[in-house]
T-cell receptor, first 112, second 110 residues
Framework: NAGVTQTPKFRILKIGQSMTLQCTQD?????MYWYRQDPGMGLKLIYY???????DKGEVPNGYNVSRSTTEDFPLRLELAAPSQTSVYFC???????????FGSGTRLTVV | QQQVKQSPQSLIVQKGGISIINCAYE??????FPWYQQFPGKGPALLIA?????SEKKEGRFTISFNKSAKQFSLHIMDSQPGDSATYFC?????????FGPGTRLSVLP
């Protein structure tokens, strides 16, 4: 099993550019999440989804958008990139709130 | 209310020693408390988890101690090894989501 796959692993964006971070899971999990991790700040929830067609905002959603057209895929869209979005982004999936998360390996994004 | 506090921020332990990381929470609605281990350049991985109806759970060298009345839980790593050097996150669930502590960077010296 591949688990949770994130692409790309690294990306440098210029201020104002846009990009999509891809996330795919093959565990048939209903729940999927996007977190950002800043040094010494732990993990902050950006958006989450409890199933195909259903998404909701987390703690830090501003500047991001998501969609969930299938159970497997949960892309994160950055519009008008800003230096404050420089971070490591993790996608995760779960079979339910009492089962913990499976995380992807992350995307390191730098906005210059 | 949706916050989990974690300490210490960093920890240095000699090989063979015991590493202890502590977490505290406020929301009594939390009902699942996992610990995650993260190596540099990797995503966090579920290490061990506990539910509030038990006071202790042990898996190999890793033990969670849970004090429901104090709203605290801790991770103990016995016989710590250099390969345990990583960042450890405690977490707690609310609804369908988890809230994470800020992390503890553990260094085990050979």
């Amino acid at each position: 099993n591949a688990g949770v796959t994130q692409t790309p692993k690294f990306r440098i964006l210029k201020i104002g550019q846009s990009m999509t971070l891809q996330c795919t899971q093959d565990m048939n999990h209903n729940y999927m999440y996007w977190y950002r991790q800043d040094p010494g700040m732990g993990l902050k929830l950006i958006y989450y989804s409890v199933g195909a067609g259903i998404t909701d905002k987390g703690e830090v959603p501003n500047g991001y958008n998501v969609s969930r057209s299938t159970t497997e895929d949960f892309p994160l869209r950055l519009e008008l990139a800003a230096p404050s979005q420089t971070s490591v982004y993790f996608c995760a999936s779960s079979g339910g709130s009492l089962y913990g998360y499976t995380f992807g390996s992350g995307t390191r994004l730098t906005v210059v | 209310q949706q916050q989990v506090k974690q300490s210490p921020q960093s920890l240095i332990v000699q090989k063979g020693g015991i590493s202890i990381i502590n977490c505290a929470y406020e929301n009594t609605a939390f009902d699942y408390f996992p610990w995650y281990q993260q190596f540099p350049g990797k995503g966090p991985a579920l290490l061990i988890a506990i539910r509030p109806d038990v006071s202790e759970k042990k898996e190999g060298r890793f033990t969670i101690s849970f004090n429901k009345s104090a709203k605290q839980f801790s991770l103990h790593i016995m016989d710590s090894q250099p390969g345990d050097s990583a960042t450890y996150f405690c977490a707690a669930n609310y609804g369908q989501n988890f809230v994470f502590g800020p992390g503890t960077r553990l260094s085990v010296l050979p």
